[in-house]
DNA sequence: ACCTTTGGGTTACCAAAAGTAACTATTGGC
DNA sequence: GCCAATAGTTACTTTTGGTAACCCAAAGGT
């Protein structure tokens, strides 16, 4: 007979982790995280809130000067998801030449802590991935 | 001249996620979300950890089955990428039919944290976020 | 009068990634 | 000698991501 021992925080971690992965068989049979992930887990999403969420608003250019490598198009249509789903909002000015200026509703503010948790765990532990990466590439060769 | 008052909490949020998006100029061109973002921000990858995340360990086709709707191909692709970066473990065992183990490693296990943040978030706001696309379909017809 | 610039896009096109279906290896049991 | 079970791989198709070129309207230069 095995007997496996797992601490307190452990047991927690995996009951919150178990209680997110569960569908509900109301919902229209995806679960909550798929359906957002499926959103926001795309190359420019959760970049373009934090910079959203980095200061009050941007016009469409000054975003696409700080998300380095995002092309007009991408940008379009990653801001055009964002404001679909109530993340952004986007505001047009009958200006001649156009002003659009993009910002997070509440709804987009409350992600921010979210993808800011996301960002520090990436920040802290890219080293260690890196290394894990340079290990996988050597051990391949 | 225009006064601007911002509350305290929310001048904190903001420092926070300007900081993430500081591209270090000593790293290879990418600030470190742009690079986990890329790996973890796919369709399953996150879904694999959680999922990973809710156990001890789980067999391929055991994990097949808990993510509804991935391929075999898919699984393998997600799981080889995040064993690539040191997420998860591989753990062939010598039997016939094979038997593969995969679990979180301790980075893995780390970014579960994060993770849960996110999923919590998804779970909370999704009638938030049905409610805005249908706004949004609607508003388009 | 004409040309250029400016801001925020759209359209047409192409490459890369995701996804699907069928195939493989191994061997114990019938 | 044939089938089932596990963990894949290969060949192929479809969807998505990405690039380059174009559009609009008015202001400013010459």
Redesign the interface.
């Known amino acids: 007979m095995e007997v496996?021992v797992?601490d307190a925080q452990t047991a927690e971690?995996?009951a919150?982790?178990?209680?997110?992965?569960t569908?509900p068989p109301d919902?229209f049979a995806l679960c909550?995280?798929?359906?957002?992930?499926?959103?926001i887990?795309?190359?420019w999403s959760?970049?373009s809130i934090?910079?959203l969420?980095?200061?009050?608003s941007l016009r469409f250019n000054e975003l696409r000067k700080?998300i380095?490598g995002i092309s007009q198009r991408m940008l379009t249509v990653t801001l055009r998801g964002l404001?679909?789903?109530?993340?952004v909002t986007r505001t047009v000015y009958a200006e001649v030449p156009p002003r659009v200026e993009y910002a997070l509703t509440e709804?987009g503010?409350?992600?921010?802590?979210?993808?800011?948790?996301?960002?520090?765990?990436?920040?802290v532990?890219?080293p260690?991935?890196a290394?894990?990466?340079q290990?996988?590439t050597l051990a391949a060769a």
Do not use: F, Y
């Open positions: 496996t797992v971690v995996r919150a982790a178990k209680k997110i992965i569908v919902s909550p995280v798929r359906d957002i992930l499926d959103r887990g795309d190359k959760l970049l934090l910079h969420g980095s200061t009050e700080r380095d404001e679909a789903d109530g993340l709804l503010q409350s992600l921010l802590g979210a993808v800011i948790q996301l960002g520090n765990w990436a920040a532990h890219a260690a991935i290394e894990a990466r290990r996988m």
